[in-house]
């Protein structure tokens, strides 16, 4: 009872990272699956404003490429605001660069709102961009803000609520996606249009919640501010530990300069960090995951499934990526936690729970360069090199 107690006082974080989660790593999951929806639709808007402008249908290949563009700018939006997530979370703070980030969505959504309004596929295009720089810089902000306010014991569990957040926000853009709901002919541009909802939930509420605790001591040198965070987040009053902790990553920083991406990627000292990330990540979008989203009603039509039955088979495909994301999730944090540790060099490839993987990066150092990967290298910045591959994923399988 009392160790339920004890969690149950952090349902403050709790609700804080349902907030991050909405706005953040939800909206990749529904902007990964909601486009295989209205396929068919966008191809008659594409086809009925080339019809008006130049007077004859467009080829069926250009409508296909086109179409192809639409699908694979996300990509490339998520790229511009992946390079970004390094710089305007520290120059501005997290809650100011989600902020932002809400306002880019919504400016999506008016775009996707009103683009049959103005006959234009045009606006559709820039929408789509516009989402994926969200989706880009969304997703690396949500785990940096939720990580640097959580307490170390729950750190594990809560960042990998960020893949339960794109499992679900997957199964949402297929369920709402249904004939029955949006997937029609005079509703796909609400259905476009639907990641402005989340946008605005979180632009509402993120006011409510306080800066990250760690960006308030260690970059802004605010020790009050960062005391008053953590105490409305944990309802704690003995933060001793917690700010020694950040006093001694403050001062192991004093006087080095921000890495930038260049530096992260030379840097001997972190080579193994980025190897470990980038290889399982990069497995994962390679594996045909996202081509199954984005095209997934083609690939179902190939296979032979009615037409009128695609909308639910997807449902199926999301909903058991959900299930068995969620079960993974679980799986790892909790039972025999310490079973899924292996140390390499010093380093814990995992984490327990309770022990950051960067927490160990110090007895990686074999040379005169300090590291401080926590702050200046931020390994979460870089944890999501699928944003990479998935460009080079959907160019690929929009040329097929």
């Not at 990272?17 to 909206?27: A, M, N, P, R």
């Not at 966008?42 to 019809?51: A, E, G, L, R």
């Amino acid at each position: 009872m009392e160790g339920a107690s004890k969690k149950l006082q952090y349902w403050r974080l709790y609700v804080l990272s349902l907030v991050l989660g909405i706005g953040g790593s939800f909206q990749y999951g529904i902007q990964v699956s909601v486009i295989a929806s209205p396929e068919e639709h966008v191809h008659s808007f594409v086809n009925y404003t080339w019809m008006l402008r130049y007077q004859v249908p467009v080829e069926e290949s250009a409508n296909k490429l086109i179409w192809s563009f639409i699908v694979a700018v996300l990509s490339l939006g998520a790229w511009t605001g992946a390079i970004h997530s390094g710089s305007l979370p520290v120059t501005y703070g997290r809650k100011k660069a989600l902020m932002f980030n809400n306002v880019v969505a919504m400016v999506a959504a008016v775009l996707m709102l009103f683009s049959r309004m103005a006959k234009s596929f045009e606006m559709i295009l820039l929408g789509r961009f516009l989402y994926g720089y969200n989706v880009g810089l969304g997703l690396s902000v949500h785990l940096m803000y939720l990580g640097e306010s959580s307490p170390k014991k729950l750190r594990g569990f809560l960042t990998l609520t960020g893949s339960i957040f794109i499992g679900f926000g997957k199964v949402m853009g297929q369920i709402i996606g249904i004939k029955e709901m949006m997937g029609t002919e005079d509703m796909w541009p609400y259905l476009l249009a639907v990641s402005g909802i989340p946008a605005i939930l979180q632009f509402v509420m993120l006011p409510f919640f306080p800066e990250a605790p760690r960006y308030l001591y260690i970059d802004k040198g605010d020790t009050e501010g960062c005391r008053r965070a953590l105490e409305w987040l944990w309802q704690e009053d003995d933060l001793k530990l917690e700010l020694d902790d950040m006093q001694k990553e403050r001062d192991s920083s004093q006087g080095e300069k921000a890495k930038t991406v260049k530096d992260v990627l030379s840097s001997r000292c972190v080579r193994w960090q980025l190897l470990t990330l980038t290889v399982p990540c990069a497995g994962i979008q390679f594996c045909g995951i996202n081509a199954l989203y984005f095209y997934a009603f083609d690939i179902f039509r190939e296979s032979g499934v009615p037409k009128d039955q695609g909308h639910y088979l997807a449902v199926g495909l999301g909903a058991t990526e959900l299930i068995a994301v969620t079960l993974c999730s679980f799986l790892i944090v909790f039972p025999h936690r310490s079973c899924w540790k292996k140390e390499v060099n010093g380093l814990w490839i995992f984490t327990d729970g309770h022990h950051d993987v960067s927490a160990d990066c110090d007895a990686l150092h074999q040379g005169p360069e300090p590291v401080d990967p926590v702050r200046e290298h931020r390994p979460h910045l870089l944890c999501h090199p699928h944003l990479w591959t998935r460009t080079l994923w959907s160019v690929y399988g929009s040329s097929c």
